[in-house]
């Protein structure tokens, strides 16, 4: 089983550079988010989606954007690229977003800006 | 407001030993659920447990068990007789049922050695 698949694993960007971190799962989920994590920090939401078409702003939306044109794949794009970008970006997926329901992550993408 | 607090940020055990990692969470819910995720050094979280907030049963599997004692507002994990594979950054997480939010706390690092 796949389940979430997440590429790059690492990738290094000049400042003001621009890239996008890819983002599948193939569970049919139709919840789907992407994190940050930052040393000694707990995961924050950066954006989620309810299903194609649909994404909305989570805790750290600046400097991203995110588009959901299909069920599997839910891309983050970094138009700009500044060193408070540094991180470990997790693409997670869901069945549901009741609060019960466990979310199932990918291996994450290392990113530094430079 | 919601807040999940790991004060251990990181604890070195030898293989074998018993080991207890901390989790307090705050919250004005009375519905609510807590989580624990695992993030082995492959990088992706995977998810170990929910409780929601009116089953204080303590669970065990395993080696594995958790204590959820709503008068404290702490979600503990025990790990009985360790293992150098339970090595890794353990996450306890909060999700209210109120705000429809997932809130992680900084994480734990166990280091297992043989």
């Known amino acids: 089983n796949a389940g979430v698949t997440q590429t790059p694993k690492f990738r290094i960007l000049k400042i003001g550079q621009s890239m996008t971190l890819q983002c599948a799962q193939d569970m049919n989920h139709n919840y789907m988010y992407w994190y940050r994590q930052d040393p000694g ?35 983050l794009r970094l138009e700009l690229a500044a060193p408070s970008q540094t991180s470990v970006y997790f693409c997670a997926s869901s069945y549901s977003n009741s609060p019960n ?11 530094s800006v430079l | 407001a919601q807040k999940v607090t790991q004060a251990q940020t990181e604890i070195s055990v030898v293989e074998k030993e018993d080991v207890t990692l901390d989790c307090v969470y705050e919250t004005r819910d009375t519905t609510y659920y807590l989580f624990w995720y695992k993030q082995p050094p492959s990088g992706e979280l995977v998810f170990l447990i929910r409780r929601n907030s009116f089953d204080e049963q303590n669970e065990i599997s395993g080696r594995y068990s958790w204590n959820f004692q709503k008068s404290t507002s702490s979600f503990n994990f025990t790990i009985t007789a360790s293992q150098v594979v339970d090595s890794a950054v353990y996450f306890c997480a909060l999700s209210e049922v109120s705000t ?10 166990l280091q297992v050695f043989p």
Do not use: H, W
């Open chain 1, 41 to 75: 920090m707990g995961l924050k939401l950066i954006y989620y989606s309810v299903g194609a078409g649909i994404t909305d702003k989570g805790e750290v939306p600046n400097g991203y954007n995110v588009s959901r044109s299909t069920t599997e794949d839910f891309p």
């Open chain 1, 101 to 111: 329901e466990k979310l199932f992550f990918g291996s994450g993408t290392q990113l």
């Open chain 2, 100 to 109: 429809d939010k997932l809130i992680f706390g900084t994480g734990t690092r």
